[in-house]
């Protein structure tokens, strides 16, 4: 059978192979905190410093990962499907989607926002930052890093472009000198792009996950509505998830070696 509208969700599962810890799993420093420490809004506001150290570490992590050969084959298949409407919704913030992608065939739809963006507190402004403020060991110390590629940067929202300036070894806005936050979706938000997700979801006529564990929600909640609107439902995932009874059909192991080889079944 053809499938003409594809939605694939994407999720950490994904990245294993490009060597990244889970945001549960970033051990050492971070084994001490509790979640809501350094990802909510009611972190950030009682302690911002800890919270973009944290969120350094993260960035230093990503920019040394690499795209695998599941990500570099999600972009093959957009690129000899020219004639298809494929979409990636990814849950993942480490970049890997957009640096697989030198093209821009893909173009996620980064539900959970970014590890290389952050955005104005005041006026919501996002900015393309590719800098870690902090080091490993918590020091001050802003460092660049490549975040994703060359071509996918705003030039002109890019931050650093601007007169930069911090308070307290925190960045400032150059919209409205006021704290810069990371563009991500934390504990207790609302995640982005919902108004365009659904659309997708309820017209698709092939869902694929890949690589998520169906517990978070509402991502979790897509392969219900995509299979309520009459698509055919594929999970590809080392252990089955919970809506298992959704999925059509369930093929098991690592990302690296069954996304390729089902892709290719499509073409």
């Known amino acids: 059978m053809s499938y003409n509208n594809i939605v694939i969700l994407t999720g950490a599962g994904i990245s294993a192979d490009s060597g990244l810890s889970t945001f549960r799993d970033s051990g050492g420093l971070w084994d001490k905190y509790r979640l809501e420490e350094i990802a909510t809004p009611e972190a950030f506001e009682e302690n911002p410093q800890l919270v973009w150290k944290f969120y350094s570490m993260r960035k230093i992590e990503a920019a040394q990962a690499k795209p695998n050969l599941a990500h570099f084959a999600l972009v093959d298949f957009t690129k000899k499907n020219p004639q298809k409407n494929i979409t990636l919704i990814t849950q993942n913030v480490d970049g890997l989607h957009h640096r697989a992608d030198s093209q821009e065939d893909l173009s996620p739809l980064c539900m959970h926002g970014s590890l290389n963006e952050s955005r104005c507190t005041h006026c919501g402004t996002v900015y393309f930052d590719d800098y870690a ?18 071509t996918q940067r705003a030039t002109d929202q890019y931050l650093h472009h601007y007169k930069f300036q911090y308070k307290n070894f925190l960045p400032l806005s150059p919209c ?10 934390w504990f207790g938000e609302f995640p982005l792009l919902m108004e365009k997700i659904h659309p997708l979801l309820q017209k698709c006529d092939l869902f694929i996950s890949i690589g ?4 978070v929600y509402p991502a979790a909640g897509f392969l219900q509505i995509a299979k309520a609107h009459g698509a055919r439902t594929v999970c590809l995932n080392k252990e089955e998830i919970i809506q298992h009874d959704l999925c059509d059909e369930f093929i098991s192991g690592r990302a690296i070696d069954i996304v390729p ?3 290719n079944s499509l073409t």
């Open 133 to 150: 403020y902090f080091n490993l060991d918590g020091d001050y110390a802003p460092t660049k890093y490549n975040l994703c590629n060359e």
């Open 176 to 185: 409205c000198n006021q704290s810069l936050r990371p563009h991500i979706v």
């Open 261 to 263: 080889r089902y892709l």
């Open 212 to 215: 998520t564990s169906g517990n």
